[in-house]
């Protein structure tokens, strides 16, 4: 019997020293050489301090920034909750959104939908747009917009609320990445919002768009996947050309 069991376990210490000790340092070891930014993650840095990687998306609200799109990833670019809602074309959550009770019994939002998501890019980035309902009616005391009338007025099912763009809204500006975690926008994303990111940092906006160029990727190989700006680079390069 352990004539049969040392060969086996003889053969298995082997290839794990190999394949889990040996193989991993020396590939390791290449990447650091060949490729070292790619191997420790494709960090990006601003004056010698970290500012997130090229690689994993992150959340930017600001008027003077270009913002990523929708995210699922956690309360939205959780890189420990990559994620998408899982939501098909002709869901009604997808579409209308949906509200839920907090821990203090308050109704807040659970999921905006695209329909809310049309509104607030219209909003900022001057968009022009039509409405069944005048928006005012769902502002509060401080003229903000109250999502949760909104989602609540998008699902009414006798007069539901019916808000239009009057020109196309690229499709990543209202929808989510299946990670959740996507770092680029579509050039016609990052061209929409080209005006709002001007007006906020007294810049031209043409040379806000020559940026935007200067930032666009083209698709791999010249023929995969479509060109695409990404977000923490083009913000990063903002700052250095139009500093706050």
């Known amino acids: 019997m352990l004539k049969e069991i040392g060969p086996g376990f003889r053969f298995t210490l082997a290839f794990t020293i190999l394949t889990g000790l040996i193989y991993p340092v020396v590939m390791t070891g290449i990447s650091q050489v ?52 899982n939501l098909g074309p002709t869901s009604a959550k997808l579409l209308r959104g949906t509200t839920k009770m907090d821990d203090k019994k308050n109704e807040v939002v ?29 502002k509060t005391d401080k003229g903000e917009l109250d999502d949760v009338k909104l989602i609540k007025a998008f699902n009414d099912d006798k007069a539901p609320l019916v808000f239009r763009s009057k020109v196309p809204i690229p499709a990543d500006a209202l929808t989510a990445s299946g990670s959740g975690l996507d770092p680029h926008i579509s050039a016609g994303n990052a061209e929409a919002q080209a005006a709002r990111v001007a007006k906020a940092r007294n810049a031209p906006v043409d040379q806000v768009k020559e940026l935007i160029a200067q930032s666009t990727e083209n698709a791999d190989l ?23």
């Open 222 to 244: 010249g023929f995969l996947g479509e060109p695409r700006v990404n977000v923490l680079m083009l913000n990063v390069a903002l700052d250095q050309r139009f500093p706050k």
């Open 110 to 138: 659970d999921f905006d939908g695209i329909n809310l998501r049309t509104v607030h890019y219209c909003l900022e980035n001057d968009i022009p747009y039509e409405s069944s309902i005048p928006l005012d009616q769902f």
């Open 34 to 85: 060949i490729f070292p930014k790619q191997a420790n993650g494709s960090l990006v840095t601003v004056n010698g301090k970290v500012v997130g990687s090229s690689l994993i998306g992150q959340n930017f609200s600001k008027a003077e920034y270009f913002h990523p799109r929708p995210s699922s990833a956690g309360n939205g670019y959780d890189a420990t909750a990559s994620s998408g809602s």
